[in-house]
């Protein structure tokens, strides 16, 4: 099958089912979004699918063909960090870090629809990702202020 990730085309030979994370961590070597509950329930894994954050650990790589997929290594641009990767960096949001990757993405889907969120705005947009380091306050510093 054939999925679009980061901009590059890819051919992988892989079985239907197999999830998009593991497609990406194993087959493409984009180890950026992280396992986490495996259960679409804890937002480690989310990666941009048509511009929306979807959790990549229960979605099947079959279901992407013919989408545009963006993970967290495909926000930064000729050497220059996203917006929001360096929010996180300024707001040091950052402790164990393993959550980080989902919760910039879904910030990131966030803020194409809409670039000025209030802080509930954020608050709603972020369920679903968890951060076991609880820096909650930062991450919705950052977003804000990216």
Avoid: W
């Avoid at 396992?35 to 937002?43: F, K």
């Amino acid at each position: 099958m054939k999925i679009n990730v980061n901009g590059t085309d890819y051919t992988l030979n892989v079985p239907a089912n197999t999830s998009l994370l593991d497609a990406l961590r194993v087959n493409l070597n984009l180890t950026g979004s992280k396992y986490g509950c495996g259960e679409g329930a804890c937002g480690a894994c989310k990666v941009l699918i048509d511009g929306h954050a979807t959790p990549s650990c229960i979605t099947p790589v079959a279901s992407v063909e013919n989408k545009i997929v963006i993970t967290i290594e495909g926000l930064e641009k000729d050497g220059q960090l996203h917006p929001l990767q360096q929010a996180f960096l300024d707001e040091d949001a950052f402790q164990c870090a393993y959550c980080s990757s989902g919760m910039i993405i879904s910030a990131v889907a966030l803020k194409a629809k809409n670039p000025n969120p209030g802080r509930q705005e954020i608050i709603e947009a972020m369920q679903g990702n968890i951060c076991r380091c609880c820096v909650y306050p930062r991450i919705i510093n950052a977003i804000s202020k990216a």
